[in-house]
C-alpha cells in the first residue's frame, strides 16, 4: 500500500492514544446517545483489549498522524462480511470507524490523508462497499472523497 506523508500504521504502543481519541470523538458528537450520563469508564478498557487484538491479528487498519504530544489524528477499518446479494456482490463490506482528528491539528489534512490510506487498504481487501458515519464538519470530505447518501434507512435497537 502506498503511505501518504505523514500517515503511519497504529501499533501497540498507540492503543492509549488510540483510546484517548475515540473518547474526544464521542465528546464531539455529544448527545446521550454518544456519551450517555449513565456511561463509566469501562468502555474505555475493553476498546484497549479489542484494539490490541486487532491489531495483532491484522483484522483492521488503524491509520494515525504523530503529534507534538501524543496522536493528532487517527482512523480506523475493519471489513465485515454479509450476505452477498446484487447490491453487496461479495458480501465485504469496509467500515470505517474513529476518524478523529485532536481539536489543534485540525484543517492540516490529515483526515483526507488517513482516509486516503484507508481506502486504499478496502480496495486491496476487496469490499464491495465501505461504509461510514459522518459527523456534520467531516461530511464534506467524505463527499469530495466520493461517499454519497447511503441508500438504507437505518434504524437501531439495545436489548
Known amino acids: 500500500m502506498a503511505q501518504h506523508t505523514g500517515v503511519r500504521p497504529a501499533t501497540e504502543n498507540d492503543v492509549a492514544e488510540l483510546v484517548r481519541l475515540r473518547a474526544l470523538l464521542f465528546e464531539t458528537l455529544g ?12 468502555w474505555r478498557d475493553a476498546l484497549a483489549v479489542v484494539l490490541k487484538e486487532r491489531l495483532a491479528d491484522g ?8 503529534g ?9 477499518g475493519v471489513v465485515e462480511t454479509r450476505l452477498p446479494g446484487p447490491h453487496l456482490r461479495n458480501g465485504r463490506v469496509g467500515l470505517v470507524i474513529g476518524m478523529v482528528t485532536a481539536p489543534a491539528h485540525r ?10 490510506g484507508l481506502l486504499d487498504w478496502f480496495r486491496e481487501q476487496d469490499v ?26 437505518a434504524l437501531y435497537w439495545r436489548p
Open 31 to 42: 448527545g446521550d446517545y454518544f456519551n450517555p450520563a449513565s456511561g463509566d469508564g469501562a
Open 59 to 66: 483484522t483492521m487498519r488503524a491509520l494515525v498522524v504523530d
Open 68 to 76: 507534538d504530544d501524543g496522536l493528532a489524528a487517527c482512523g480506523i
Open 107 to 116: 484543517r492540516r489534512g490529515h483526515g483526507r490523508a488517513i482516509m486516503r
Open 128 to 153: 464491495a462497499r465501505v461504509d461510514l458515519y459522518a459527523s456534520h464538519d467531516g461530511a464534506p470530505l467524505y463527499r469530495e472523497l466520493g461517499f454519497v447518501d447511503h441508500p438504507d434507512p
